[in-house]
């Protein structure tokens, strides 16, 4: 079921506020993907003034909703997060990440917390997925902490540095994300 969610929605967590990303967003996603190590060896230059585009047409045809997380106490630019619908009915996707200089924080376990609480209670998701590369152990445990189970290895799932990596599946299904969040 697709939900009408006003561009204007923005989420509030302790330290975050996560809103729809907007132009003035771009500086701060292009100096985070730029970092040294954080694509190295992926795939050139997106057209970030596109995808911001794309993102508001997905958001209006409830597809997918994309979001920017400043900190609240001095709006620095912490992340980017998402959640998208997948081919399976009631399934849902998420994925985040944070910029290098807000790494290690508590940053991406809020962030991606506050992602599945919105797919649950606002788009009535029945599960929720995410993948991240296997080599990746800082979003491995950011998805065990937020509740998220191991499901598969998928091999061969993309290209970093001419090299095939592993990405890993994890998921969550709502009942259990409920049993997380309201232990009583």
């Known amino acids: 079921m697709n939900k009408t969610i ?3 929605h ?12 907007e132009l003035g967003d771009i500086p701060h996603i292009y100096e985070a993907l730029h970092s040294d190590g954080f694509m190295d060896g992926m795939t050139s230059e997106p057209p970030f003034v596109e995808i911001l585009q794309k993102s508001r047409a997905n958001w ?9 997380a400043y900190l609240k106490a001095n709006n620095e630019f912490v992340g980017r997060g998402g959640i998208r619908v ?12 944070i910029h290098p200089k ?10 991606a917390g506050e992602l599945l609480r919105f797919g649950f209670t606002e788009l009535e998701a029945k599960r929720i997925d995410a993948f ?28 970093k540095n ?23």
């Open 6 to 8: 006003p561009q204007s």
């Open 10 to 21: 923005s989420i509030e967590s302790e330290q975050l506020h996560i809103r729809m990303p």
């Open 60 to 68: 209006l045809q409830g597809e997918s909703y994309s979001f920017s």
């Open 86 to 97: 997948s081919e399976e009915a009631g399934v849902w996707l998420v994925s985040y990440y």
């Open 102 to 111: 807000c790494q290690s924080q508590g940053y991406a376990t809020e962030l």
């Open 132 to 159: 991240h590369a296997a080599f990746n152990k800082a979003s491995q445990i950011v998805l065990e902490k937020i509740g998220m189970g191991f499901v598969a290895k998928i091999p061969n799932s993309f290209r």
């Open 162 to 184: 001419g090299q095939l990596v592993t990405d890993n599946h994890y998921a969550i299904h709502k009942i259990a994300w409920m049993d997380l969040t309201n232990p009583n």
